[in-house]
């Protein structure tokens, strides 16, 4: 079974501090996505990658950086929290875009 | 600019029944459409994924349909069960970098 893992399942931050989530695959997949999801927008794509030190903008890369340093691991940076970053982070992982896409049991961030 | 839509928003059953759930998407240039299943406060379960070349795929109680033509997607769950309950997501893939498109998904509740 594929496993794509979050470091955090919750987590709680102040304004202004540096966040890091981390998303983790065991499937060697080159593809890896970051979304955000907030009640009445759906999901709404941060950034992606297609291979290693690669990136791309989705559609709302404002106020989040990413990093993809190995194949397996895609982390989203956050460099200053701040209120309206309160949301629920979903990472992805997926082989190409003829397969399907899998996904992580999320993360509850909470900035106060 | 592709665009997914989920009608009803949410539905209400008694157990027992036989349901669909519906997805129409405006540009029938796609890889293929994915059907997924999100808990509350979980992360995004794969149900099914049709290629474009597919008309339908079946899994278990689960059959999902597509007609790229038309630009409608059906995902079928028959004699639904309160497990069941849950939102069910459609989403599309297609475009110059392949990405999902996500509608906003369909609240199931089934009553006991």
């Known amino acids: 079974d594929v496993k794509v893992t979050q470091s955090s399942r919750y987590l709680v931050k102040r304004t202004g501090e540096k966040v890091f989530l981390e998303c983790v695959q065991d499937m060697d997949h080159e593809n890896m996505f970051w979304y955000r999801q907030d009640p009445g927008l759906g999901l709404r794509l941060i950034y992606f990658s297609y291979d290693v030190k690669m990136k791309e903008k989705g559609d709302i890369p404002e106020g989040y950086s990413v990093s993809r340093e190995k194949k397996e691991r895609f982390s989203l940076i956050l460099e200053s929290a701040s209120t309206n970053q309160t949301s629920m982070y979903l990472c992805a992982s997926r082989g190409t875009p003829f397969y399907e896409q899998y996904f992580g049991p999320g993360t509850r961030l909470t900035v106060t | ?112």
């Not at chain 2, 157990?15 to 129409?24: A, D, F, I, Y």
């Not at chain 2, 995004?44 to 795929?57: F, K, V």
Request: glycine content about 10%; proline content about 4%.
């Open chain 2, 1 to 112: 600019k592709q665009e997914v839509t989920q009608i009803p928003a949410a539905l209400s059953v008694p157990e027992g029944e036989n349901l669909v759930l519906n997805c129409s998407f405006t540009d029938s240039a796609i890889y293929n459409l994915q059907w997924f299943r999100q808990d509350p406060g979980k992360g995004l379960t794969s149900l099914l994924l049709i290629q474009s070349s597919q008309r339908e795929q079946t899994s278990g109680r689960l059959n999902a349909s597509l007609d790229k033509s038309s630009g409608r997607s059906t995902l079928y769950i028959a004699a639904s069960q309160p497990g069941d309950s849950a939102t069910y997501l459609c989403a599309v893939t297609g475009g110059s970098q392949g990405n999902l498109i996500f509608g906003k998904g369909t609240k199931l509740s089934v009553k006991p």
